[in-house]
């Protein structure tokens, strides 16, 4: 059975810094791309970050430069660093792992970035 446990989310203030975490079971870790994903009510669902299994990363274009994807592979676990927290990345985010046709999703952690 798959499961995606994202953990890390919380309230912080603007300019403030949190750190996710996505522990991954169930699947070959190594082969996966991961990422993350978040969404506001009422909206789609947006791209934060990715990283291959290669390691290679790609960012949505909000979190350039503050946002950063690492994994690690003798945890099965997906991070993100975020610094510089504005309060447009109040969000739910998800962590997914895709592989070929495989796509799995995460509950969701809710991040909330007061002014």
């Known amino acids: 059975q798959v499961q995606l446990v994202e953990s890390g989310g919380g309230l912080v203030q603007s300019g403030g810094s949190l750190r996710l975490s996505c522990a991954a079971s169930?699947?070959?870790?190594?082969?996966?791309?991961m990422g993350w994903y978040r969404q506001v009510p009422g909206k789609q669902r947006e791209l934060v970050a990715t990283?291959?299994?290669?390691?290679?990363?790609n960012y949505g274009d909000s979190v350039k430069g503050r946002f950063t994807v690492s994994r690690d592979y003798s945890k099965n676990t997906m991070f993100l660093q975020m610094n510089t927290l504005k309060p447009e990345d109040t969000a739910v985010y998800y962590c997914?792992?895709?592989?070929?046709?495989?796509?799995?999703w995460g509950q969701g952690t809710q991040v909330t970035v007061s002014s």
């Open positions: 990283i291959t299994a290669g390691g290679n990363t």
């Open positions: 997914n792992a895709r592989w070929r046709t495989y796509d799995h």
């Open positions: 169930g699947i070959i870790f190594s082969i996966y791309s």
